[in-house]
């Protein structure tokens, strides 16, 4: 069982940057890919960025170059700095968990296995 708790979401004008953090519990973190999923008001979930095996990562093309994930192990914590940021970013973003990164790589945005309760991140033009 793992439990995740998102903060760092706000209001923040286009071009500027808000970093995310996700804590969880549980001794295994470091054996799960870790991924962040947004959902914009009336879209479907959408698959951000994760990270597995300390370091390798994958993010949407919509993302990249803009937003990076990170992990601190000894921390239980995962990040999501994100910059350059576009009124398009807004949405609730949620932490995920799971044992198989394919599940955030391959998998629809809502397959992962743990999920926290979410933050609120909007930007304004």
């Known amino acids: 069982q793992v439990q995740l708790a998102e903060s760092g979401g706000g209001l923040v004008q286009a071009g500027g940057s808000l970093r995310l953090s996700c804590a969880a519990s549980?001794?295994?973190?470091?054996?799960?890919?870790m991924g962040w999923i947004r959902q914009a008001p009336g879209k479907e979930r959408e698959f951000v960025a994760t990270i597995w095996s300390g370091s390798s990562t994958y993010y949407a093309d919509s993302v990249k170059g803009r937003f990076t994930i990170a992990r601190d192990n000894a921390k239980n914590t995962v990040y999501l700095q994100m910059n350059s940021l576009k009124p398009e970013d807004t949405a609730v973003y949620y932490c995920?968990?799971?044992?198989?990164?394919?599940?955030?790589?391959?998998?629809?945005?809502?397959?992962?296995?743990?999920w926290g309760q979410g933050t609120q991140v909007t930007v304004s033009s």
């Open positions: 995920a968990a799971d044992p198989n990164f394919r599940t955030f790589t391959r998998g629809p945005a809502g397959a992962a296995m743990y």
């Open positions: 549980g001794r295994t973190f470091s054996s799960y890919a």
